[in-house]
């Protein structure tokens, strides 16, 4: 029965150009779904588009000296042009300022309103009167209320770690003139989130997810409370109300509903301007959304309750398959540390399906994972070419020289025939089940088996040989038209992954139609005619040379190396500290402490909230480890913890202890232990 298939993608930010890391999170996985369930003949609507509001980019515009629109045009087409070179298959990539945008946004405040789940207060922000207006934490720098550092940043320090609101800094100043700011009291709208703890609670327990998903949202929902849904600026969709000017929602509402808006544009198009709602409000809909897990809460929290809390009958999320962060050669992806890939160079040298299979064959779908040099060159030279697109070339060309470029007759299969061809049907059921599943990289694996079963098959037959022997011709005919048989299958199930391949081997198989608009169970039913023509063979892909390999890490460095000098002289002032005495380290308490349970702290991207066995007593500390560790990750870990800190309130929650981390470049490493016992000193 065909199914009803709504399927979303994170929407980028146009706040500067997206890289491989975000595509291997949010994008990659939803076209593969996407094109995969198209070839199921299911009804699939794939939308994505611009997220282009918040402070950071009017931060951003003022500067590279644009307005906000100049810049959210700039970023929009980038990255449009960006998906458009990875060869996605969006069905409509729209942006959050279009016309469809405002109602859809207005129609959620108004009904959350309404149905008392917003609630207006008086807060006290830090305010320019040089500026004349208030400036978020981003605007914002001062003197740090932990350790004194004078620069900084409005919502956490640089320094010593701390997380603080922008209101606690000491002599906070704008980031853009330096001019000071004081207190100033302003009126916001709050969604009262802790309403739909219940409602949240019992919709999750009903979701198998991955497990890291589920875990972490149940921690989230626990500590849910009211939030601030509008800001002082005047980049935004304005809030509908009397008494509102020059205030807009926060990004973080409006953003979410830019999928329904997006889908309205959509049905614009299509010359129906009801027709999104045949998705978004019809109950039989499957809603898929694809994430980084940076955006959970989002997905996985907030944004059902908005649609819990308003009056339209909008599906909530059925899936949502989460990934992990993907890197780069050990470390984040970063433009200003010179840590990045230029696009533009890239794709002079690679094609879009070597990355996209680099990206899929090793997806972080339940770990991070990375992209090195090394890796894809392999993945480029024996898996693509060594694998794929040998067994593609040799058995075409060896149709084009004994079989007149035509599909043999298959005859009478030997109990060797019939074992491969089972094995194959076996293995192209396989990648269908990891497809649906959103396993990438197990349909990958697959892909390459698949393609070196085929490589065995030929060479235990050996053609070659039974193409010179009249009484071994039947057995000859057989073998090449199972391979060519094996090859259509191959540009079957790589279609998802590797679109232009696919392509490229249904075209050489002179098969009928456009293989992403096959049906997958009757590619697989419906066997080749015998007499069935073939095209010229191509090569597929080209060798990766260990030189070309050799210069791209060289630039790597190279770019990194520029983009330190900062950063170095921030480690020599970080390590020049006075001389203690023995005496004195002896009074530093170090334990070994057992991690029970971990939580994020609200407001803050790199504080968690640690439950910690140390034998004797169990401790809360706060640590800021959110953005090397995931909550679950760290339960049942031994780590180094400082035991006799004095008590401090972080974040109003009281930290009784530190734990111990080095330092590396891209950022912290926890100290762990394996066979001490929780309490045990370390000596």
């Keep these: 029965m065909k199914k009803k298939i709504l399927i979303t993608s994170a929407l980028p930010y146009a706040n500067g150009p997206l890289h491989f890391g975000h595509i291997a999170g949010a994008y990659l996985p939803g076209d593969c779904y996407a094109r995969f369930q198209r070839m199921q003949g299911n009804d ?16 951003s515009a003022e ?36 016309k469809f945008h405002e109602n859809p946004v207005h129609q ?72 000071p700011l004081k207190l100033k009291e302003t009126k916001h709208w709050f969604l009262l989130l802790e309403k739909f703890q219940d409602r949240l609670n019992e919709w999750i327990e009903k979701k198998n997810w991955k497990p890291n998903v589920v875990n972490f949202i149940k921690g989230y929902i626990k500590n849910l409370k009211a939030r601030a849904i509008t800001r002082d600026i005047r980049w935004g969709v304005p809030v509908p109300l009397e008494g509102a ?7 973080w509402f409006d953003a979410p509903i830019g999928y329904i808006s997006a889908t309205q544009e959509w049905a614009e198009g299509k010359g129906n301007s009801d027709l999104w709602k045949d998705y978004w409000c019809d109950p039989a809909t499957k809603l898929v959304q694809f994430i980084g897990k ?29 990934n992990e962060f993907y890197n780069l050669e050990g470390k984040q992806f970063s433009k200003s540390d010179g840590w990045y890939i230029d696009l533009e160079e890239f794709f002079k040298k690679y094609s879009a399906d070597q990355i996209r299979y680099a990206i899929a064959a090793n997806a972080p779908e339940t770990q991070d994972s990375e992209f090195t040099w090394k890796d894809f060159q392999q993945r480029c030279n024996a898996e693509l070419l060594g694998k794929l697109g040998n067994f593609v070339n040799r058995v075409l060309v060896f ?40 396993k990438l990289r197990r349909a990958s694996q697959l892909i390459m088996e698949l393609a070196q079963k085929g490589n065995v098959y030929f060479d235990f037959k050996k053609p070659w040989t039974a193409a010179k022997d009249p009484s071994l011709t039947p057995s000859m005919k057989t073998t090449i038209n199972l391979c060519l048989e094996t090859l259509k299958l191959l540009a079957l199930v790589s279609c998802p992954i590797m679109p232009a391949t696919a392509t490229r081997i249904w075209n050489m198989l002179k098969l009928q139609g456009k293989v992403e608009e096959a049906l997958w169970d009757d590619v697989v039913k419906n066997q080749f005619a015998t007499g069935h023509l073939l095209s010229e063979p191509e090569i597929l892909f080209r060798k990766v040379e260990d030189a070309e390999i050799e210069a791209e890490i060289a630039k790597l460095k190279e770019m990194s190396s520029k983009a330190a ?66 909550p679950e990750s760290l339960v049942g870990k031994k780590v180094v913890v400082v035991a006799n800190l004095a008590p401090q309130k972080i974040m109003g929650v009281e930290s009784q202890g530190m734990i111990l981390c080095g330092s590396k470049e891209s950022g912290l490493e926890i100290l762990t232990l394996i066979d001490c016992l929780p309490g045990a000193s370390i000596r």
């Design 44 to 59: 699939v609507l794939y939308i994505c588009g611009s997220d282009e509001y918040g402070i950071a980019i009017t931060l």
């Design 63 to 98: 500067l590279a000296g644009r307005s906000p629109k100049e810049h959210v045009d700039h970023f929009h087409e980038v990255n449009k042009n960006f998906f458009k070179t990875l060869n996605f298959s969006f069905d409509h990539f729209s942006r959050t300022t279009t």
């Design 108 to 179: 959620f405040f108004n009904d959350l309103l309404n149905n008392g789940f917003i609630e207006e207060r008086m807060t006290e922000q830090l305010y320019s009167e040089q500026d004349g207006r208030f400036l978020a934490d981003r605007y914002v720098t001062g003197t740090c209320p932990s350790c004194g550092y004078p620069e900084a940043r409005g919502d956490e320090c640089q320094k010593c770690g701390s997380s603080f609101d922008a209101t606690d800094l000491k002599n906070p100043r704008s980031k853009m003139t330096g001019a």
């Design 245 to 251: 000017e020059g205030k807009v929602l926060y990004v």
């Design 294 to 322: 940076d955006n959970i809460p989002f997905h996985a929290a907030i944004f059902p309750a908005m649609v819990m809390g308003q009056n339209e009958p909008y599906v909530l999320v059925d899936e949502l398959p989460a």
């Design 399 to 438: 149709a084009k020289n004994n079989t007149a470029s035509a599909v043999p007759e298959r005859g009478e299969l030997t109990s060797v025939d019939a074992e491969f061809i089972k094995e194959v049907c076996k293995t192209v059921e396989e990648i269908k089940e990891a497809y649906e599943g959103f």
């Design 565 to 630: 000098p900062k950063k170095i002289e921030a480690v020599k002032e970080a390590i020049v500290k006075g001389e203690i005495s023995f005496d004195q380290f002896q009074q530093i308490d170090l334990k070994v402490g057992l991690i029970k349970h971990a939580e994020k702290l609200p407001k803050s991207k790199k504080l968690l909230k640690l439950l910690v066995d140390l034998g004797s007593d169990e401790r809360t500390i706060v640590s800021g480890i959110a953005e090397v560790a995931t």
